[in-house]
């Protein structure tokens, strides 16, 4: 591509980031890929063991169908994340895009009206320049033969960061701040996308304001969920 080109991709493994001959997977992160793994049935979270589903959605804690996540949040997935969202280098999972549309299809299908990236309040976009949600919605969509609707789903109230916090409070700094822009028929399926699944508070808070505005069912897909302790 003419984009490769003009700004070549460096070439190290997309996932690890160490060098290598060309732009491939290194053989550990290919072992990484291709592990089988426990997860919760319902939001898709990481298990030690295989015990089905998880304690959150054993209290029912989420309104969406089911979430799915392609990657474990550890390891080199945590360092590619910092890049992919904070350092504009929007390049780095593009490796990885059809194994994501591949997992979508495997976990929790294609049939969707459309996509809706989890988003990024005005401010914040303005100074990140991209919403790393809304490139994954595109990149996936494409594959899938989905429409996107970037601004289905709007951020109206600036939240402060989370990282520190558990769901509780997450979902608390975070109620009433999504809004539904787009018009509603009551039928429609909608498939969430954001970068990283943690607590889930906040694909629960946007999955509320989908179900409130009307929206029948919400699934949520992400590049990368959390282990659960
Ligand atoms: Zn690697
Ligand atoms: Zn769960």
Redesign the pocket.
């Known amino acids: 591509m003419l984009l490769d080109f003009l700004y070549p991709k460096p070439k190290?493994?997309?996932?690890?980031?160490?060098p290598?001959p060309k732009r491939e997977?290194?053989?550990?992160?290919?072992e990484?890929l291709n592990k089988a793994r426990p997860v919760c049935q319902v939001c898709g979270r990481f298990l030690p063991t295989d015990y089905g589903i998880c304690s959150d959605c054993r209290k029912k804690n989420f309104s969406f169908i089911k979430a799915s996540g392609l990657l474990p949040y550890t390891g080199?997935v945590r360092q590619t994340m910092v890049f992919f969202k904070y350092k504009n280098k929007r390049y780095v999972w593009d490796e990885l895009y059809d194994l994501l549309a591949w997992h979508c299809r495997e976990k929790l299908g294609t049939k969707f009206d459309f996509v809706v990236p989890v988003p990024l309040h005005p401010r914040k976009f303005k100074e990140r320049g991209y919403n790393q949600a809304e490139i994954l919605a595109k990149n996936l969509a494409h594959r899938l033969q989905l429409p996107v609707k970037s601004n289905f789903l709007v951020k109206v109230r600036e939240t402060p960061a989370q990282v520190q916090l558990g769901f509780k409070q997450r979902r608390k700094n975070l109620r009433e701040s999504f809004y539904v822009t787009g018009r509603v028929t009551g039928r429609e399926k909608v498939l969430l996308v954001d970068d990283v699944f943690t607590t889930g508070a906040t694909a629960e808070e946007c999955t509320h304001s989908l179900l409130l505005a009307g929206i029948a069912e919400v699934y949520v897909l992400t590049m990368a969920t959390a282990v659960k302790k």
């Open positions: 190290v493994c997309p996932l690890c980031l160490k290598m997977f290194c053989q550990p992160c290919r990484f080199p």
